[in-house]
């Protein structure tokens, strides 16, 4: 795990079988799951899969720039470990208090959506642009003081509204197209 991670914030969300995880060597997490008795992937591919969900927060001070890193391997029985794709995070804005704020006041609907998205600003701020993204940061639309977005002639699926003020601060949503 990173050294940029605070194990204080460390919270278990869920898993798909009973287990115990320990702290070893004060930067990893071992997760042990034991007697699950996975079925073989060509007997039952969805029955063979298992997984653990967390969350952690990044330390505080963490800079712009800093980048969480991380990958796994995976033990099953005593067989050589399979090493995930290492992932990465950098970390690009630090919230402002005004920016914060901004983002708390600012309401995205209906989401999920099917055609419209409206825009509910109410803040002092005014938002002078909003951009659509696609899931891999592909600029899709961009518009100009609008309080509404037409998504219909999108395809379904997920993607990143970002609203940006006149004075600079930026909030970005994720949306659902139906």
């Known amino acids: 795990m990173s050294d940029n991670l605070d194990w204080s914030s460390l919270q278990m969300v869920s898993a798909s079988d009973d287990y115990q995880v320990n702290i070893v060597n004060g930067n990893a997490l071992e997760f042990v799951f034991n007697n699950i008795d996975l079925p073989f992937e060509d007997a039952d591919e969805e029955g063979s899969q298992g997984y653990i969900s967390y969350k952690i927060k ?10 969480i890193a991380g990958d796994a391997a995976i033990y099953f029985d005593f067989n050589e470990p399979i090493i995930t794709n290492e992932v990465s995070t950098e970390i690009i804005e630090n919230l402002s208090v005004a920016a914060k704020e901004f983002s708390s006041k600012i309401q995205l609907y209906p989401n999920p959506t099917e055609h419209v998205m409206y825009i509910e600003n109410n803040s002092s701020e005014r938002i ?37 003020t006149e004075s600079g601060n930026s909030f970005t949503q994720k949306v659902v197209k139906k």
């Open 58 to 67: 990044p330390k505080q001070g963490i800079a712009v720039g800093d980048i």
């Open 128 to 164: 002078d642009q909003v951009g659509v993204y696609s899931i891999t940061g592909q600029q899709i639309l961009v518009k100009n003081k609008v309080q509404q977005i037409n998504l219909s002639s999108l395809n379904t699926g997920i993607y990143f509204v970002k609203m940006t």
